[in-house]
């Protein structure tokens, strides 16, 4: 992070809140053993983004410093070391201690400061998730190598897995601690392009818990940003438009393409067991492709589930009988991504030649569209639309 143009005024500003009360004061008494000589400095952490140099100081040669500040609120610190090195901190008020060795400082013991207790467990729970990432992803490289297809699948999955139990986790650590500095920071650690249903409702859920602080109006003001930026990253595809490739695996985890559909008219849609309007939306598709499999159309659906048995269930009790392909990601999945789909029931009518003539058709509107569009020649370039027709030929001469 780099600390923003306007930094000295909020420095000044700090200094001036220093100055007016003294109850809401802290001090960080630190003894680092065998950390080198240097200015070790205290910046606060805003939920968005701008950093506040709150104060610093000389370390001692034995290690030991001492840092004060005021804290209107609750608020993320974090102790800023040469080269590159932290200690996280949620600060409310008081006298904390922090004790540890330079050599193995995420091994900090911290005192006076429940909340920065709770927020080293949690920091412990992220260094773990991140080097069994590492060790996950050298397994997968390795059964990559070795063309170990079977096996490759199997371990992808359990990959899949740990990711989806470590981001409900987290999202559960965020939902229930009772530190404010502490939920802001397990939410800001989420991916906003694939937990954006989640962090809109963790938006909305904090004037309700942190009412009138300064912390909830700043992750207001980050997540407005970051989801304005989401929405003109991802519009959905318009009609007319070549349907971007996708691959999935399908329900046997055999990885399938949207352009091996090239030829027949495809309806993409996105659904999942858990969505009460698509399971509603199903008999209609059912109806649809039953009246119209024999007529050069099909439906290839696309699961936003995260667990293949209520998949499989949804499908089963739906009776949906086309090819359906899900890599149990939910929110996460590439699919998603590529059409720009932010809520579902969503689907994309694809004429033979891979160019979408349609999307979000519902209800009678469905086969109304498929009756018209079938009805015509199919288009067999990629130029032509599902109304274009060939020209007439002309009669040959006869001899």
């Not at 609120?73 to 006298?95: A, M, T, V, W």
């Not at 659904?271 to 109806?287: H, I, L």
Request: with cysteine; aromatic share 8%; proline share 5%.
């Amino acid at each position: 992070m780099k600390i923003k143009l306007h930094l000295l005024a909020l420095i000044v500003i700090s200094g001036l809140t220093a100055c007016s009360s003294n109850s809401r004061k802290f001090t960080i008494i630190g003894n680092i053993a065998d950390m080198p000589l240097q200015t070790v400095v205290l910046e606060q952490l805003n939920a968005n983004d701008i950093i506040v140099i709150v104060d610093s100081v000389k370390s001692k040669a034995d290690g030991r410093f001492e840092l004060s500040g005021i804290a209107p609120e609750p608020g993320l610190y974090r102790i800023h070391f040469q080269p590159k090195k932290f200690i996280l901190l949620s600060i409310d008020k008081g006298n904390i201690k922090i004790d540890a060795n330079w050599n193995k400082l995420e091994d900090y013991i911290v005192q006076g400061s429940a909340a920065s207790q709770d927020m080293k467990s949690i920091l412990g729970a992220i260094r773990q998730f991140s080097l069994d990432n590492i060790t996950m992803s050298m397994v997968l490289d390795t059964l990559k190598a070795r063309g170990n297809d079977s096996l490759l699948t199997v371990a992808r999955n359990d990959f899949a897995d740990k990711r989806q139990h470590f981001t409900q986790f987290v999202e559960h650590y965020a939902d229930t601690i009772t530190y404010e500095p502490n939920a802001i920071f397990a939410a800001r650690i989420l991916n906003p392009a694939t937990e954006k249903h989640y962090l809109e409702a963790f938006a909305q859920s904090l004037n309700r818990r942190f009412p009138n602080t300064k912390m909830t109006h700043d992750f207001g003001e980050w997540y407005t940003v970051v989801k304005s930026k989401q929405m003109q990253a991802t519009k959905p595809v318009d009609a007319g438009t070549v349907a971007p490739e996708i691959t999935l695996p399908d329900m046997e985890g055999k990885m399938v393409s949207l352009s091996s559909f090239r030829g027949k008219f495809v309806l993409l849609d996105f659904w999942a067991s858990w969505c009460q309007p698509c399971r509603g939306e199903n008999p209609n598709v059912v109806a649809a492709y039953r009246k119209f499999k024999d007529k050069n159309f099909t439906v290839l659906g696309v699961s936003l589930d995260n667990q293949k048995g209520t998949w499989d269930k949804a499908i089963k009790d739906d009776s949906l009988s086309w090819t359906q392909l899900s890599d149990l990601s939910g929110w996460k999945s590439t699919a998603v991504v590529t059409y720009g789909v932010h809520s579902i029931p969503a689907n994309f009518l694809i004429d033979p030649t891979g160019k979408i003539i349609g999307h979000d058709l519902r209800g009678s509107q469905l086969e109304e569209v498929l009756t018209e569009v079938l009805k015509k020649p199919a288009p067999t370039d990629s130029t032509k639309s599902p109304a274009t027709k060939e020209p007439a030929k002309k009669p040959e001469a006869k001899s």
